[in-house]
């Protein structure tokens, strides 16, 4: 159970007076200290407040100051996509809690442009300079900021659409983009049950009310996709899960995007079972009330709720979920696909996490380089599959470190 000192006090979650604890400490602008560490100075952390509740989050940076068993311990934000908008597209302000956005996608109707072509996808990821956030690398925060992509085996069979949804929201709290709470244009489907429907349905109209002040207006949709087109008398529909009551309108041109560039992600989504798509889009509705997808983003999950990128990334998520590993799923964020990023990252191997690189065959020197270079300049350790030729090498032993010994 992790400890923290609150001025000359220790205490831990366990607390039956937890929350009046942080609540104190909030007022007093304490910053506790982490005691995950055994000797070295030990990282602070700062009391926020998120959505009703009191809870304690990292300073910026310093989750790689944390030992890798701490629940605030983070990898170098380098090894994934996070390094290149950090402080740039993503700007967290300590004095007002606040972490502002700053994003390359529209939230109102502006000029027309080619139907369907929304500015996440690849080729315009690879021309983005990391000082605003594509509409994949937003989605790659919040899964982040959420601790969705952090996996322990407590967690086997916690993790559902009602915690995936609870998280996603608390991590786009104290969120501002474009002069405005995020959580004012964020909807995320509610997980529905027949026995609650009117009054889901009723949030719902509510969630979505912003949509109904114009026709212009557009509200950023986290969802999962049940089907991506199914034939409708005038172009195409998709249906999400969770919403039985209302199917996105998708014009022809826009579906033939969708295929043209997530055809990867949805050859993985029919191919492996158990997996989940997970989309990311912008959406309109018209004067008649019918809903409109405007731009949109797939993601590939597995049953953890854990994205991946091919079949190799799903056969070393199974590996790791099958042995009970501890770890960090790595996010790509804005960076493009042929740019080295570590698939994840162990928190089990003793004083030191190690690096996981799962390497797409033709970019072996490129990942070489990244290796080379993490060996020099951290005291990290790194696990390689050349997946080329090469069968997935034994995992990297599990081992208690220092900081984890009674």
């Given at each position: 159970?992790?400890k923290?000192?609150?001025g000359n006090h220790?205490?831990?979650?366990?607390?039956?007076?937890w929350?009046?604890?942080?609540?104190?400490?909030?007022?007093?602008?304490l910053?506790?200290?982490c005691?995950?560490l055994?000797?070295g100075?030990r990282p602070a952390l700062y009391i926020?407040?998120a959505?009703?509740?009191y809870?304690?989050k990292?300073?910026?940076?310093s989750?790689?100051l944390?030992?890798?068993h701490?629940?605030?311990?983070?990898p170098?934000?380098?090894?994934?996509g996070l390094?290149?908008?950090?402080?740039?597209a993503?700007?967290e302000?300590?004095?007002?809690?606040t972490t502002?956005?700053?994003?390359d996608?529209?939230l109102?109707?502006?000029?027309?442009?080619q139907?369907?072509?929304?500015?996440?996808v690849e080729?315009?990821?690879?021309r983005?300079?990391?000082?605003?956030?594509?509409?994949?690398g937003l989605l790659?925060?919040?899964m982040?900021e959420a601790?969705?992509t952090?996996?322990?085996p407590?967690m086997?069979?916690?993790?559902?659409?009602?915690i995936?949804?609870?998280e996603?929201?608390?991590a786009?709290?104290?969120k501002?983009t474009?002069?405005q709470?995020l959580?004012?244009?964020?909807?995320?489907?509610?997980s529905?049950?027949?026995e609650?429907a009117?009054e889901?349905?009723n949030?719902?109209r509510?969630?979505?009310?912003?949509?109904?002040?114009?026709?212009s207006?557009?509200?950023?949709?986290?969802a999962?996709?049940?089907?991506?087109?199914e034939?409708?008398r005038?172009?195409?529909?998709?249906?999400?899960?969770?919403?039985?009551?209302i199917?996105?309108?998708?014009?022809d041109?826009?579906?033939?995007?969708l295929?043209?560039?997530?055809?990867h992600q949805?050859?993985?989504?029919?191919?492996?079972?158990?997996s989940k798509?997970?989309m990311i889009?912008?959406i309109s509705?018209?004067?008649q009330?019918?809903?409109?997808?405007?731009s949109?983003?797939?993601?590939n999950?597995?049953?953890?709720?854990?994205p991946?990128?091919?079949?190799?990334?799903?056969e070393?998520m199974?590996?790791l979920?099958?042995?009970?590993?501890?770890?960090?799923r790595?996010?790509?964020?804005?960076l493009?696909?042929?740019?080295p990023?570590?698939?994840?990252?162990?928190?089990?191997t003793?004083?030191?996490s190690?690096a996981m690189?799962?390497?797409?065959?033709?970019?072996e020197?490129?990942?070489?380089k990244?290796?080379?270079?993490l060996?020099?300049?951290?005291?990290?350790?790194a696990w390689?599959?050349?997946?080329?030729?090469?069968?997935?090498?034994d995992?990297?032993?599990?081992?208690?470190?220092?900081?984890e010994?009674p």
């Amino acid at each position: 159970m992790p400890k923290y000192l609150f001025g000359n006090h220790v205490y831990s979650p366990e607390h039956e007076s937890w929350q009046r604890i942080l609540q104190k400490g909030y007022a007093a602008k304490l910053r506790p200290i982490c005691q995950c560490l055994v000797q070295g100075e030990r990282p602070a952390l700062y009391i926020a407040l998120a959505r009703g509740q009191y809870l304690l989050k990292r300073l910026p940076y310093s989750g790689p100051l944390h030992a890798p068993h701490c629940e605030h311990y983070e990898p170098p934000p380098e090894l994934s996509g996070l390094g290149q908008v950090n402080g740039s597209a993503i700007r967290e302000e300590l004095e007002t809690q606040t972490t502002t956005l700053a994003l390359d996608f529209a939230l109102t109707k502006g000029r027309s442009r080619q139907p369907g072509a929304a500015p996440e996808v690849e080729h315009e990821s690879v021309r983005s300079d990391g000082t605003k956030l594509t509409m994949r690398g937003l989605l790659h925060f919040l899964m982040d900021e959420a601790g969705l992509t952090r996996w322990t085996p407590a967690m086997t069979g916690r993790r559902s659409w009602w915690i995936v949804r609870r998280e996603l929201l608390n991590a786009a709290s104290s969120k501002t983009t474009k002069g405005q709470a995020l959580l004012d244009v964020l909807f995320i489907p509610e997980s529905f049950s027949t026995e609650r429907a009117d009054e889901i349905r009723n949030r719902q109209r509510e969630a979505l009310s912003r949509l109904a002040e114009s026709t212009s207006a557009r509200m950023v949709m986290i969802a999962e996709v049940k089907q991506l087109a199914e034939e409708a008398r005038f172009g195409k529909s998709m249906v999400i899960k969770h919403m039985p009551d209302i199917k996105l309108m998708v014009t022809d041109d826009m579906h033939k995007h969708l295929l043209k560039r997530f055809g990867h992600q949805l050859q993985l989504w029919g191919q492996l079972e158990g997996s989940k798509l997970m989309m990311i889009a912008t959406i309109s509705r018209s004067a008649q009330g019918l809903y409109s997808l405007e731009s949109a983003c797939l993601m590939n999950v597995n049953d953890q709720w854990l994205p991946f990128e091919s079949m190799f990334e799903w056969e070393l998520m199974a590996k790791l979920h099958t042995n009970q590993r501890r770890f960090t799923r790595g996010l790509r964020y804005n960076l493009p696909s042929d740019k080295p990023l570590a698939c994840a990252v162990l928190q089990d191997t003793g004083d030191q996490s190690t690096a996981m690189f799962v390497v797409p065959q033709g970019l072996e020197g490129e990942y070489d380089k990244v290796m080379d270079e993490l060996s020099t300049q951290s005291n990290m350790q790194a696990w390689q599959w050349s997946t080329a030729n090469d069968p997935m090498p034994d995992l990297p032993q599990r081992m208690v470190g220092q900081h984890e010994r009674p």
